[in-house]
Structures are given as structure tokens and as C-alpha cells.
């Protein structure tokens, strides 16, 4: 780390004591970032670890889904996020104004039907909800949570939700989302290194289109895709399509595979430039100042019931959430 970070990074781990915080940070965030933090995780662990924290501050260093997401599940927690501008596709992807109209309609229309959305969705979104899942207990929910009578709308990211039918079987009324960095994986350079590594395993994230998922191994969410890389015991090439800055904590990990990202079609590294807003400064400056924290707000609280029984405690299979 060059030395004007190293100074920044003891001023955070200086302050991080001082203000009595607890830093998250998703596999998406740079590699300097995860160094620094307490716990990295998915959206999945991040939102578990979350609850389990015991210092007074949590600075999330992820997007702002994620910090509401630990607001919703901590609500005496001052939780602080780096860059509030820090969003989300997915969720401009489907706003709840329009989601409700959607849902409007297919009540009018007879339809019976459970709302399957993933985390990546505002808390507004996750309020109209069901069901919220992420990449990691999806499955799970569409496979044994979701009544079988029930016909499934899933939202917002079309990818993820074509991949579940095919793997469940089930049939669903998909949202049209989709993450601007899955989106354009290019093909063409994922088949080139195919050529150029015979013998590379390529993992992909699930919210990769169909095209790329054609193309792939081992299809995972992140977590996933470390608990197979450390199963394997010989040094391996992973071809790997999903935000690179996953590569940094794969490396740490497990630093005797190789490791090559898929470019997009238009930018050769394909970061995500949300994730990318929380820089070290900006760490720095928000547990010096206490500030952009998130604030609850009305929507919060049925989002949070949402949360609470489809990633804390969840209920026993096929039963019917109330007032469904
Ligand atoms: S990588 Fe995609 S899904 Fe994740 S925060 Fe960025 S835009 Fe959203």
C-alpha cells in the first residue's frame, strides 16, 4: 500500500477504536478496503454478521441496499456508509411505484402469487415483498419456502430468476433487471480464454446472462464460489465472471490457483462503479464525522419483518407468510 494510504489506513483503524465501530465490507470493494475491514462477506453474511455485531457503529462499506439492510436488522445501530451516491442497477431497475402497479394487476386478474425479490432492491421494493433472498439462499426459498400453488413474480434481476427456474424447475413471472456489471461479460474474450486455458474451471455469478452461464463450470454466488475453491486441493486456473475485485479476497484466500477475470464488452476491468464510491478517504472522513448515516424511514419496518423471516428465522418450509 502506497504510504499516503498507509496513513489513512491507521487514521480508520485509529478512529474505528475510538468511535467504537465495526467495519463490513463486500467482496465487491476494493482489495484495500477489504483488508481493512472487520468481516467481508456477501450480502447474505454481511446481513447476518451485521446482526451479530456488538460495538455501537457499523460502517458498511457497500452499497446502499446493503447498509439499509443492516439499519433494518440492527435499528439501535448508528450504521454509516461511505458514499451515500453508492447504488445500485438493480434497484433503479425496479421502482416501487411500479412494482405495486404490477402487482395491482395481476391481483385483478386473478392471479395467485408470492413477490420472490432479491436483496438488490430498495427498501420500499423489499416492503411489497414476500420473500427477499440473495444469490446464496434463493434456491432454498423458491425450492421449499414458496407454496406450491403459488405462482412466483420474481424481481428485479432476470438472470438470476431464469437461472433459479431452470435449476427448481419453477415457473415465474420475471422482472426485467439486470446489474450493469454481469450484464456484459463478453462472451467473445470468455470463449478466447477458454482456448488459451484448456484446462480452466470458469465460475460465473448467477446474475450473468444466459449466454455466459451457457459457457461456465460452476455457476455460484460469491460465497459459493470460495467454499469450491477451497475444496481444491491441486493448483487450478479459475476463469472467473463476476465484479473483479472478488479475485483480491480468492488470491488472499487461496493464493496457489490462478486467477483470470472475464473483461466486459466496453471496459477491460468491468468494476462496479457503485462499490467503487467508498474509497479510504471517504471511510476515514465518515468515522471521523459520523456521517452520511442512514436514517430510518416509514418502509422500514415491514421491510424488516420481510428480512427477519427470509434470512434470520426463516419458517418452516411451504408455509404461507400472513396476508398473502
Ligand atoms: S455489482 Fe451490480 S448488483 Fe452489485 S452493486 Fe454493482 S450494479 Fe448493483
Known amino acids: 500500500m502506497p504510504a499516503v494510504l498507509d496513513d489513512v489506513a491507521a487514521e480508520i483503524l485509529d478512529l474505528k477504536k475510538s468511535r467504537g465501530a465495526t467495519i463490513l465490507a463486500h467482496y465487491y470493494q476494493e482489495g484495500e478496503v477489504q483488508e481493512l475491514a472487520d468481516i467481508t462477506g456477501d450480502s447474505l453474511k454481511l446481513a447476518r454478521e451485521a446482526t451479530k455485531v456488538e460495538t455501537p457503529v457499523i460502517v458498511f462499506c457497500g452499497v446502499l441496499f446493503m447498509a439499509e439492510t443492516a439499519k433494518m436488522l440492527n435499528p439501535a445501530k448508528k450504521v454509516l456508509l461511505p458514499d451515500l451516491r453508492a447504488g445500485c442497477s438493480l434497484v433503479d431497475s425496479c421502482p416501487p411505484d411500479k ?20 436483496i438488490n432492491s430498495s427498501a420500499k421494493v423489499k416492503a ?10 434463493a434456491e432454498d426459498v423458491v425450492r421449499n419456502r ?9 424481481v428485479p434481476d432476470q438472470h438470476l430468476g431464469r437461472y433459479l427456474q431452470q435449476t427448481t424447475g419453477r415457473q415465474m ?3 426485467n433487471g439486470s446489474c450493469m456489471v454481469h450484464e456484459i461479460f463478453s462472451v467473445h474474450d470468455l ?4 482456448r488459451q486455458h484448456p484446462g480452466a474451471i470458469v ?8 449466454n455466459v452461464l451457457e459457457n461456465t463450470d460452476v455457476i455460484a ?30 488470491q488472499n484466500r487461496f493464493p496457489q490457483h490462478t486467477y483470470l477475470p472475464v473483461p466486459g464488452i466496453t471496459c477491460s476491468c468491468n468494476k462496479c462503479p457503485h462499490m467503487a464510491l467508498n474509497t479510504l478517504e471517504k471511510i476515514r472522513d465518515c468515522l471521523r464525522d459520523g456521517t452520511p448515516e442512514i436514517h430510518w424511514q416509514p418502509e422500514f419496518d415491514k421491510a424488516r419483518e420481510v428480512l ?8 418452516p418450509a411451504v408455509k404461507a407468510p400472513a396476508g398473502d
Open 99 to 118: 412494482l405495486f402497479r404490477y402487482q395491482e394487476m395481476l391481483r385483478e386478474n386473478g392471479r395467485k402469487f408470492q413477490t420472490v425479490t432479491y
Open 128 to 137: 411489497l415483498s414476500d420473500w427477499v433472498v440473495t444469490s446464496g439462499n
Open 146 to 154: 414458496v407454496p406450491a400453488d403459488c405462482e412466483i413474480l420474481f
Open 173 to 175: 413471472i420475471l422482472w
Open 191 to 194: 470463449l478466447k480464454q477458454k
Open 203 to 210: 465460475m460465473a455469478h448467477p446474475e450473468c446472462p444466459a
Open 221 to 250: 454466488g460469491t460465497e459459493a464460489m470460495i467454499q469450491f475453491v477451497g475444496k481444491q486441493t491441486s493448483p487450478t486456473t479459475f476463469i472467473v465472471a463476476t465484479e473483479p475485485n472478488m479475485l483480491w479476497q480468492l
Open 308 to 315: 427477519t423471516r427470509s434470512l434470520l428465522n426463516p419458517p
